[in-house]
């Protein structure tokens, strides 16, 4: 496939941006992760990337790595891929296992508690539940009876007649929706349970703890990765969590 070395690098970045932090479920290059992209003539590609600190979880971190390899070993005109993690406390175990195609397993004999396909999945389901709340929220946003909705099956949810920000929501929850198996409703539980009408409050307070964490951690990994590398980034109306760190760290310097 002949082509230029912009398109190839546009095809990577693209690549890229649907692999997602396992617990923040927000694209990497979105997260700011990706330090550098560079393709050779033939079609070996060399990926780098960065976390929010040193100490970062070696599950997460390795996951991501491998997810980068993969969905960019994709591209059809890829030859070869290498990912490198830069400044971890665990970057010969990562970089070295993802090299050689390991499980995070193999990589980490001792520490390892789950392979990378159980990891994959527990981190998954929370992203399913994140994206489900903010579906179901936005159709009682609408008006849309929960008696309805909480009924139809895949094909009756695709058929649901939503807005443009609501078809974005059902797109995104289909995409993670069959991680659950179950039943075959298209709106169930982590477990692949029924989601009852009745108690749907109940269910949506539980299933949005899922969703203030990862907003929280979002926003510390933000601050953190700012602070660490001192990234330039344009500043919002209000402060966020890496300029009160920033004024921390300033305050804690001064004899």
Known sequence: MNLSLEARTR??????DQVTDPELDE?????GFITGIDIAETGAVDIRFRLPTYWCAANFSYLMAADMRDAVRALPWVASVAVTLDEHMFIDAINDGIAQDKDFVDAFPTEAGNDLASIRLQFGLKAMERRQEALLRHLLAAGHDPVAFLSLDIAGLEALALDAAG???RRRYLERR???GG?????VT?????IMHETLPVYLRHI???GLNAEFNGALCRGLLAVRYATPAALPAEPELADFMRQGIAQTARP
């Open 11 to 16: 095809a990577v970045r693209a690549a890229l």
């Open 27 to 31: 694209s990497v290059v979105e997260l």
């Open 167 to 169: 078809a974005a929501l």
């Open 178 to 180: 069959d991680l659950a």
């Open 183 to 187: 039943l075959p409703r298209a709106l």
């Open 190 to 194: 982590s477990g692949g349970e029924p």
């Open 208 to 210: 949005s703890r899922v």
